[in-house]
C-alpha cells in the first residue's frame, strides 16, 4: 500500500444526504446552524471559528475559518487575520489539552483544484494533529485516510477544552465556545 502523507487533499465533505438545504457555501452556512455539536462548530471568535473535519485524517482535524466569505487569503484585512491566527493558537491549545498529539501539520489550501481543495471559495486552515506511527498503524486509501468514527467524542473534548481557556464562555455543548479576545 502506498502511503502518502496528504491531509490537505481530505477535505470537508459536504454530507448532502444531511444536510439537503446546503446550496450554496457549506462555510458560510454551518455557523449559523442551531445545533452547533450535531453540525462540529466547535468554538468562535468574533471573525472566525473552528470546525471539525467531518472527514479526518487523524483525531482532532480541525480546521479554522474567516466567518467572512472568500477564497483570497491577501484579501482579508487586519482585523480578520489576526482574529483568525489566534484562533489558531486557540485551537492548538485546546489540541494539546484535549488529545496531546505529537506534531501538528497546519496549513491553507490556496489555489482550487491545484492545491487538492475542492472547497477552495472561502478560506480555511486545516489543523492535523499527528502521532507517532499515526501513518502505520492506520490504513491510507486513495490518497485518503478516513476517521470518521469518534467525532462526537473528540467534539465533545474539545468543547471542553476551549471552555477551559481564558476569556471563554461556555454556553452549553449545542453552542460553539465563545472567545473573546479583546
Ligand atoms: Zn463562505
Redesign the pocket.
Known sequence: MEQVFAPWRIEWVKREDKNPDVE??????LPEREDARENLVVAASERAFVLLNNAPYNPGHLMV?PR???GDYAALDDATLLDHARLKQRALDALDAAFEPHAYNAGLNLGGGAAGGSID??VHTHVVPRYEGDTNFMPVVADTKVVVEGLADSYDALHEAFAAQSDATDRGPKTPVALDFD
Open positions: 450554496e457555501c457549506v462555510f458560510c452556512e475559518l467572512e466569505h472568500g471559495d472561502h
